[in-house]
């Protein structure tokens, strides 16, 4: 008992290590402030490539969404980070995360607007078509509107996916929570740091795990 | 050296995929077996979890609503590096395997109770009432009548997050489990060439694409339309 406490519970160490861990929080933030909307602007993108009249067109969503969904996203991190190098282009770790994010990210957030859209009736586009609005705008102000709201349980809790993922940033050195801890770790020869880690995320994540389980039940009640 | 034949050198040069291509089908075993070994495990925690929480009893519900909700919120790298190298220091020592076994089973039992427990509390009051009163037990109507229908809810939803659990397994190189990408990084580090990373990054793909079609087909083939 005396030793979990020591190795996992230590005090001291607690103490020591904390400011290094907010600022980790305070990066992992920014990151997150960086990747999210990049992903559900690029999902989007994708999503509008499956409404296309062209065949080819959408196909080409398809195939990009389900080689960047196979991929996992550890892979394309470090297929980004030291790869690209080979070929003469050399990314900082905030890039090389960023566009490793936005090609896995899209892809989820795009087959969730995908079925967003697709849970929107056909009576609705066509009403809208009908009353004069182009296809552009029927998009944004009819289709949407709603589709957004019919899978807002599905978006939040990716988007709780992609803040946990951020922490694979640590393994290309940038510096993170899961990062900070990790060298708190490693020099202090204890785990604590990384259960205050654990712990940070916990607190900060917790509330949104609550929404989604109330936002399904919502969505589920209609 | 044209441009095209360098990016080829750089990235597909035919000697070493020659040479390594064992190694990355290796690798590529290792996670399948790590693979089916977490989704098997994680299913079937998940739904005994779902199972138990049905009885309501209290204190033993609030533990699995916390563990559920813990292993929802913590990213696996977090919890992998915690296990991993917290347990040594107090005399516990697990392969590597074995603690990515462990702990990506947890984070899909987590959500694979979740997914269950939605799909068990959807079943509608009066099946209940009329399977009890036919004189099935409580646990023979669950087992036999809640159950079934509690499952074949969840498969879609299932589906998607287990194909994500499982990539998870690339995660394992961080800890030196020797699967695809640990034995792709390895060997790029060793012979300076970024052809095995290449390889490693197409194996996935070759496992995983046929994992994420099927996942499509199931997700419309179990969309169960409930009037």
Not at chain 1, 102 to 120: C, H, K, P, Q
Not at chain 2, 29 to 55: C, D, N, P, Q, W
Not at chain 2, 147 to 158: F, K, M, N, S, T
Request: with cysteine; charged share 10%.
């Amino acid at each position: 008992m005396e030793l979990i406490l020591q190795q996992f519970f230590n005090l001291e160490i607690l103490q020591k290590v904390t400011p290094l861990l907010l600022r980790g929080l305070a990066t992992t933030a920014y990151l997150c402030a960086l990747v999210i909307p990049l992903g559900l602007a690029g999902g989007l993108a994708v999503a509008l490539l499956s409404l296309s009249r062209w065949r080819a067109v959408v196909w080409t969503g398809v195939v990009l969404v389900d080689l960047f969904r196979a991929a996992p996203p550890l892979v394309l991190l470090i297929l980004i980070y030291s790869g690209l190098p080979f070929a003469g282009i050399t990314l900082s770790p905030t890039v090389a995360v960023c566009l490793a994010f936005f090609l896995n990210t899209s892809s989820y957030y795009g087959e969730i607007y995908r079925a967003g859209m697709d849970s929107v009736g056909r009576g609705q586009w066509e009403a809208a078509r009908s009353t004069g609005l182009g296809a552009a705008a029927t998009i944004v102000y009819v289709v949407l509107p709603q589709a957004v709201r019919n899978v807002l349980p599905d978006l939040v809790s990716n988007t709780i996916e992609v803040v946990k993922l951020t922490s694979i940033a640590s393994v290309v050195s940038f510096p993170e929570l899961l990062y900070s801890a990790d060298m708190a770790r490693s020099l202090t020869f204890n785990s604590t740091p990384v259960v205050l880690a654990a712990a940070i995320y916990v607190v900060v994540l917790w509330p949104l795990v609550r929404l989604v389980s109330r936002l399904e039940r919502r969505v589920a009640a209609h | 050296m044209s441009t095209w034949e360098r990016f080829l050198d750089t990235f597909f040069k035919p000697a070493m995929i020659a040479q390594y291509w064992p190694d990355i089908l290796k690798g590529a075993l290792v996670t399948v077996e790590i693979a089916a070994a977490v989704v098997l495990t994680g299913l079937v925690v998940g739904l005994a979890l779902a199972s138990l929480r049905a009885y309501r009893i209290l204190p033993v519900n609030a533990l699995i609503v916390a563990f559920v909700d813990v292993f929802r919120a913590l990213p696996p790298l977090v919890a992998i590096l915690l296990v991993y190298f917290g347990l040594p220091s107090v005399g516990i020592n697990l392969p590597s395997f074995v603690v990515l076994w462990v702990v990506l089973s947890l984070v899909l039992a987590a959500f694979a109770e979740e997914i269950f427990w939605a799909g068990i509390t959807s079943t509608p009051k009066g099946q209940w009432e009329a399977a009890r009163s036919t004189g099935l037990t409580f646990s023979t109507t669950l087992a036999h009548v809640v159950l079934p229908q509690a499952i074949r809810l969840g498969v879609p939803p299932l589906t998607n997050r287990t194909i994500a659990i499982t990539k998870n397994t690339a995660l394992g190189t961080v800890i030196g489990v020797g699967e695809i990408l640990n034995e792709a990084t390895t060997l790029q580090s060793f012979t300076g060439n970024a052809t095995p990373l290449m390889m490693g990054a197409i194996a996935y793909i070759a496992l995983f694409v046929p994992v994420v079609a099927l996942g499509r087909w199931i997700e419309t083939r179990f969309a169960w339309r409930r009037a």
